[in-house]
């Protein structure tokens, strides 16, 4: 694997570079294979990303329609619930592009949560034509991070995290009273690329943890991503940056 971090100067910077490389990524996959598989965050920041994809230039680079679309979590509410992380990207981004209705595959909240995180690695496993042995490997996973470290619906100490078999499941969130639906490890591992954006001085002692600490996932979730077989992208701004011991670049090397 590879993990780089990039520090823009405000949130609109760290926005358009994520859409700028978001946009190659995406269109290199759809020449080398045909298609592509993106799944997106949900949360307060990627929501100027999902703008600006739905806008020249971003929106004229990709063949939208090769693209299958999936989310890294969602919360248990219905699709047209202000929470929803499906209703954010449908409203910012999905229904302004050229993407057929089939290729937008949402967590179906409206089950029960074992049953719609069963339904959700199904739906996985039948795009990527994939057997139960097999792990896909998307193109590109888009993850935001949380003040406590977490990534996707991997909250610190919740047994998701040690989940080494299944690709989505339905993981209990004591500190939210709250269940999630979540890709595990096992499918964030196998990215070709993923991609973290975060921004904030909210943020900055957990960005530094991330990428400074000693990996501890079960304290820290965002370390689960320096064992990602693929690309691992870092964009920040500096207020999310502020506290690191480091710039632009490599990684910092953890043990």
């Not at 939208?64 to 981004?93: C, I, K, Q």
């Not at 888009?142 to 406590?148: A, I, T």
């Not at 943020?203 to 691992?232: F, N, S, Y």
């Amino acid at each position: 694997m590879t993990c780089r971090l990039e520090i823009l100067r405000d949130e609109r910077c760290a926005a358009e570079r994520a859409a700028s490389l978001l946009t190659a990524t995406l269109a290199a996959a759809i020449r080398e294979r045909g298609w592509a598989s993106i799944a997106l965050a949900g949360g307060r920041t990627p929501r100027l990303l999902y703008e600006l994809l739905a806008h020249p230039p971003y929106r004229d680079a990709v063949a939208w329609e090769h693209v299958e679309w999936f989310w890294g979590d969602e919360r248990m509410v219905p699709p047209e619930h202000e929470e929803s992380n499906y209703r954010l990207a449908a409203e910012t981004l999905l229904a302004t592009l050229p993407v057929p209705p089939d290729h937008i595959h949402r967590v179906l909240t409206e089950l029960e949560p074992e049953e719609a995180a069963a339904a959700y690695e199904a739906t996985i496993r039948a795009v990527f034509e994939m057997s139960e042995d097999e792990v896909p490997h998307f193109d590109l996973i888009l993850l935001g991070m949380g003040q406590d470290g977490h990534i996707a619906s991997l909250f610190p100490h919740t047994p998701a995290l040690e989940e080494m078999r299944r690709l989505v499941v339905a993981n209990p969130v004591p500190q939210l009273s709250a269940t999630r639906i979540t890709m595990t490890p096992v499918l964030l591992q196998a990215a070709r690329s993923i991609m973290v954006l975060v921004t904030g001085s909210e943020k900055a002692q957990t960005i530094r943890r991330a990428l400074e600490d000693t990996l501890a996932p079960m304290e820290i979730p965002a370390h689960l991503l320096a064992r990602v077989q693929g690309d691992v992208l870092w964009i920040l701004d500096r207020a999310a940056a502020s506290q690191l011991s480091v710039g632009s670049g490599p990684c910092p090397k953890r043990h």
